[in-house]
């Protein structure tokens, strides 16, 4: 069983920055691809960004693409997520989800991929 946890939420103003940290436990930390997640009030969850499980490749929603940054410290078991000029349209819960079987070729956008998921962390942009 994998535990993952994020920190890091808050309240920004629009154009502000905010650094997502996500904890996973687990000795085979770094055979999991990893990705966030995000959530807004009676929208469906949707894919921001991944990491393959070395850190060798990253991806990103178009809607995030040149502002949010995604990277991993396989030795730290952790992930993180730079979030830079936020957007009143980035308010959301985040969640921090692991890949436990990943695919050779692809690193995963889809929500029924992941087999780990965190609690979630309210990101809050006032506009």
């Known amino acids: 069983q994998v535990q993952v946890v994020e920190s890091g939420g808050g309240l920004v103003q629009a154009g502000g920055s905010l650094r997502l940290s996500c904890a996973a436990s687990g000795r085979t930390f770094g055979n999991y691809d990893m990705a966030w997640f995000r959530q807004a009030p009676g929208k469906e969850r949707e894919f921001v960004a991944a990491v393959s499980l070395r850190g060798g490749s990253t991806y990103y929603a178009d809607s995030v693409k040149g502002r949010f940054t995604i990277s991993r410290d396989n030795a730290k078991n952790a992930v993180y997520l730079q979030m830079n000029s936020l957007k009143y349209g980035d308010t959301a819960v985040y969640y921090c989800?692991?890949?436990?079987?990943?695919?050779?070729?692809?690193?995963?956008?889809?929500?029924?991929?992941?087999?780990?998921w965190g609690q979630g962390t309210q990101v809050t942009v006032s506009s």
């Open positions: 989800a692991a890949d436990a079987q990943p695919s050779r070729y692809i690193v995963s956008r889809s929500v029924n991929r992941y087999d780990y």
